[in-house]
């Protein structure tokens, strides 16, 4: 038989990726990097596909595979979405993500990914901000309180620095202790609603990302305010069908996952037609290398739609390992 040399990679785990301390820039940088190099052409995106293992269950898995060439990596991310995990005290999101060498197929390395799919989903929400919403933007009503909804508020007042930051979720519990944290580590107040209409109503931006068990329209079109940018993310669709009537621009984060598969906020939109490749503006990263303007007018009423990106999830363990490097982190096993 042939001898090989020995193949080792990196596990980062869960203690390790806090023990990283990355801080908003460096998130930020990531997952920005990952857009850039989407939006040059330098990537392979390939939509998300799902695992559900039995209904019954009220849960399933995301599979997302990508490669970004300037990182000289390939990727897939394996999640766990299981909307009950929090009565046995458990994330409801949990994620591994495995990188690759593309050139040899070897492994790279294997992470503990739900820190990054918390990171990389606000991060995302805020750059897609950055570049849709008004400059001014002083007012967000964000819907949802959990992993992910943290970093979406947390970067999006580090872009904006709102006045006012509403906040509302199905469980009383969970709105209040989402807000606390808020407040602690933003040091500014956060007011928490006791429904949706008071959280969103008149907000220059509007983040959905509930927890639905089943498709319901709760966010209404006509809370929405002329000029505002609205973000709806949730796997299970809150808005109404008619909230793309009112929209100048409907900016996705890749066109070729959104229109497949069976989840999704504007799945409704794309099966009825309302969204299509004539009606869509363009995905964010082409106003993000600047091949179409992002926002060109203050009354401008915006949406972005982002299923999660593979790529934002490569570009980030990216960053992660290279720190894990040079600060002793991690272990290096050997797999053959």
């Known amino acids: 038989m042939q001898a090989f040399d020995p193949v080792w990679f990196t596990f980062l785990n869960g203690s390790d990726i806090e023990q990283l301390e990355l801080d908003d820039t460096e998130v930020l940088d990531a997952v920005e990097q990952g857009l850039r190099a989407q939006g040059r052409g330098e990537t392979v995106i390939e939509p998300r596909v799902h695992l559900t293992p039995d209904p019954s269950f009220n849960g399933h898995f995301n599979v997302l595979r990508g490669y ?23 994330p409801s999101e949990m994620a591994l993500l495995n990188l690759f060498d593309p050139r040899t197929g070897m492994p790279v390395a294997v992470v503990d990914a739900t820190a990054i799919t918390e990171m990389r989903t606000g991060a995302l929400t805020a750059l897609g901000a950055r570049e849709l919403a008004r400059p001014g933007s ?7 309180a959990r992993a992910t909804s943290y970093w979406n508020v947390r970067l999006l007042d580090r872009i904006f620095d709102f006045d006012e930051i509403r906040v509302h979720s199905r469980r009383p519990e969970s709105r209040e202790a989402f807000a606390e944290r808020l407040e602690r580590d933003l040091g500014k107040p956060v007011t928490v609603t006791d429904d949706w209409k008071s959280c969103v109503e008149g907000a220059d931006i509007v983040v959905e990302a509930s927890r639905l068990e089943r498709p319901e329209p709760l966010l209404k079109t006509e809370w929405i305010a002329p000029g505002a940018l609205v973000v709806p993310y949730g796997t299970m669709s809150a808005v109404e069908l008619s909230l793309t009537d009112i929209m100048d621009k409907v900016v996705v984060d890749d066109w070729g996952q959104c229109r497949s598969g069976p989840f999704g906020a504007l799945r409704a939109h794309v099966e009825s037609g309302r969204l299509s490749e004539e009606t869509l503006y363009g995905e964010l990263c082409e106003i993000v290398v600047g091949d179409k303007p992002g926002r060109e007018r203050d009354d401008e009423t915006i949406l972005f739609w982002h299923r999660g990106l593979s790529l934002s999830d490569i570009a980030l363990g990216a960053a992660m390992l290279k720190k894990a490097e040079e600060r002793g982190l991690g272990q290096n096993l050997r797999f053959s």
Not at 138 to 144: C, N, T
């Open 68 to 90: 970004i060439a300037p990182l000289g990596l390939a990727g897939v991310k394996i999640v766990g979405d299981y909307v009950g995990n929090y009565k046995a005290g458990l």
């Open 138 to 144: 002083k007012v967000l009503g964000h819907i949802g």
